[in-house]
């Protein structure tokens, strides 16, 4: 019997010296399942009404609902915060049916008078958090709800706790799917108030999960939200970690230390899929990829001299050797779209049409300018932006143009664009927001008449009224088909114009780690519904 005792306690021993008396309780629970997303470069904001950038969207769609949300894996809209709604049939009235019962991450509840406390700021000229009238931010909020200050700007009424109306005063095809976006996140008004809003960097949303901390070009962590409506996340923790270099994103992936990847480049991906720990996702892309001339500016105010541009750079090579063989762009949608224009080709490579064209417009020498780069890995551009720009600087050298090229941080880099009269070149690009042709064409090129000034992410600054009064209809036209044909001449009209020397349009592609599960790509590159996600 003594011996009986003893067989049956000794394990019990064995464990108990093994574990420290004071992790005891800690050994008997699940150890907390913690995911680790290796990002390029830091977020520059957190507040989704104030931020255009893809790393601030990573995060801020693990933090946020919208009013709708994109359904798993694609880009059609679904239920968010709301649960149903209905169209007007002359396509200008929205009205919402909120859910019950669901809060906001600091415990303040979600229903139409706090969701259009949030939505007041960027309608609003009158609200002391108004966001167009903030210096220094970048936001979508004229780009979905108008602008109050050209008569565009939606009406928003609170018809019940549950209920919430927009009118617009024309019809907007695209508002819908922009209401979905991650720039258009709810965030809590009580957090708006609390830090004198600019909440940036205490985000306070709905979402799957809750903001932890953001620790400066190290890392951000998110925690799951037990309560969400959507059910408890299946991990208990994101860390975005910022890991600028792509070697050291690989190595990390391969030693476990991260497990996914949110920029792959092209020559990594035999790297991914010959290793069975590791998977590679990969599907056609909602990108563009171009290099920014600055069409009122220096020579390129010439379209002879920015269509010389197209011309000497051989961008099939480019594409072939830096970009895995991704589709050489010409014009401001990918293929995948609707709304491409399938007659009009990509420039050639041909030097001899460069150089008379540069002479035809009085720069027969060739002529200096500079370059802007970044080094970090975009959703668009994998490798970088200093490599491409390095790529484009040789072919340029060949019909006399000289390219001196500045290197800048990422957040440094987004004001120099978007914020100063830059000279020269710049190297641009998008990953789509909403899976509108219009969120390509008339974010990247269209002229904001309200301002008198480029939009937001118009990098090259091109200002064709002709092609603005045709993106301005497409937004007018809800059915589809006649959408697609506007968008069919726009993109003839900026193919001719030129704004950029079209490069490439690149798949969207992640690498993660096998024991990762649930994982789905998003045509919109964000990290939505990563509730679902699980690691085994």
């Known amino acids: 019997m003594a011996r009986a005792v003893v067989r049956r306690f000794l394990p019990w021993v064995l464990v108990a010296a093994l574990v420290p008396v004071g992790l005891w309780g800690i050994a008997q629970a699940q150890a907390p399942k913690t995911l680790v997303i290796a990002i390029g470069a830091d977020q520059t904001g957190l507040d989704p009404q104030t931020v255009e950038n893809n790393e601030s969207g990573f995060v801020m769609s693990t933090i946020f609902d919208s009013i709708v949300n994109y359904k798993p894996g694609s880009s059609l809209v679904g239920p968010g915060l709301a649960q149903s709604w209905t169209i007007s049939p002359d396509g200008k009235v929205y009205t919402f049916r909120l859910r019950r019962g669901v809060s906001f991450h600091d415990g303040t509840p979600m229903n139409a008078r706090t969701v259009a406390a949030d939505v007041d700021r960027a309608i609003n000229p009158n609200n002391p958090c108004y966001v167009l009238a903030r210096k220094g931010v970048d936001t979508y909020d004229d780009f979905t709800f108008g602008n109050a200050k050209d008569g ?67 890392h951000i962590t998110v925690e799951a939200n037990p309560s969400y409506w959507g059910g408890r996340p299946k991990i208990d923790r994101i860390i975005f970690q910022i890991v600028p270099e792509s070697a050291t994103r690989m190595l990390k ?12 480049p092209p020559a990594d991906y035999p790297r991914v899929t010959g290793n069975p720990q590791l998977k590679l996702y990969q599907q056609p892309g909602l990108t563009i990829l171009y290099v920014a001339m600055s069409n009122d500016r220096g020579p390129f105010r010439d379209r002879r001299v920015r269509q010389a541009m197209n011309y000497a750079v051989d961008k099939d090579a480019i594409n072939k050797g830096l970009y895995g063989g991704a589709t050489t762009a010409s014009q401001g949608i990918p293929p995948v779209l609707w709304g491409y224009n399938k007659d009009v080709k990509p420039y050639p490579y041909d030097v001899e049409k460069a150089r008379a064209l540069l002479k035809e417009a009085g720069f027969a020498n060739g002529f200096a300018t500079d370059m802007m780069v970044y080094a970090n890995p975009r959703g668009y551009n994998p490798v970088g932006g200093a490599k491409l720009g390095e790529a484009v600087q040789g072919y340029l050298a060949k019909v006399g143009v000289t390219a001196k090229i500045t290197q800048y941080e990422w957040g440094a880099y987004l004001d120099k664009i978007r914020h100063t009269q830059y000279e020269g070149f710049a190297i641009c690009g998008w990953s789509g927001d909403n899976g509108d042709p219009d969120n390509f064409l008339g974010d990247l090129f269209e002229w904001d008449y309200a301002n008198n000034r480029q939009r937001t992410n118009n990098c090259t600054r091109h200002h064709n009224p002709a092609f603005d009064k045709l993106i301005q209809q497409g937004r007018q036209v809800t059915d589809q088909a006649k959408r697609a044909q506007i968008y069919i001449e726009a993109n003839k009209i900026l193919h001719d114009d030129a704004p950029g020397i079209f490069i490439n349009h690149t798949s969207q592609v992640r690498a993660a780690r096998a024991t990762v599960r649930g994982f789905l790509l998003n045509p919109l590159q964000m990290f939505f519904h990563m509730e679902l996600v699980s690691l085994q």
Not at 164 to 183: D, I, Q
């Open 152 to 218: 565009t700007v939606a009406k928003m009424e609170v018809l019940d706790d549950d209920t919430l109306r927009f009118t617009l005063p024309k019809p907007n095809a695209p508002f819908l799917s922009s209401l979905a976006m991650v720039w258009q996140g709810i965030m809590s008004p009580e957090a708006t108030k609390k830090y004198n809003c600019d909440a940036s960097q205490h985000p306070v949303g709905t979402g799957p999960f809750k903001f932890v901390e953001a620790v400066r070009n190290d």
């Open 253 to 264: 992936l391969e030693r476990n230390e991260v497990q996914i990847l949110a920029d792959v």
